[in-house]
């Protein structure tokens, strides 16, 4: 019964911004520590950024530190990335997960261009 989905990517121009969103269900939401992940061409899966369950901490990877701030509304089962300043180097399918539990969303394209 779990479900992740996420939502919101496009394409972007250098400098640009983007919100994603990850709409869950099936679970309590609530309890769990969220993450971001994304994969770009040829690389591996790159972790990006959480957030503990209430929203008090969040930690972010260092390619991302500055750029992007992560979110969540626990009364609508949604977490958030909101991507500024966009790079090319940004572009990569960006998925949601539930930390702990191992299960990921669908993916959201994110394109930057050059």
């Known amino acids: 019964q779990v479900q992740l989905v996420e939502s919101g990517g496009g394409l972007a121009q250098p400098g640009g911004s983007l919100r994603l969103s990850c709409a869950a269900s099936g679970f309590t939401f609530s309890s769990y520590a969220m993450s971001w992940a994304r994969q770009a061409p040829g690389k591996g899966l790159e972790w990006v950024s959480a957030?503990?369950?209430?929203?008090?901490?969040?930690a972010y990877a260092d390619s991302v530190k500055g750029r992007f701030t992560i979110s969540r509304d626990n009364a609508k089962n949604t977490v958030y990335l909101q991507m500024n300043s966009l790079k090319p180097e940004d572009t990569a399918v960006y998925y949601c997960?539930?930390?702990?539990?191992?299960?990921w969303g669908q993916g959201t394209q994110v394109t930057v261009s050059s």
């Open positions: 957030i503990y369950s209430d929203g008090s901490e969040t």
């Open positions: 997960s539930i930390d702990g539990l191992g299960y």
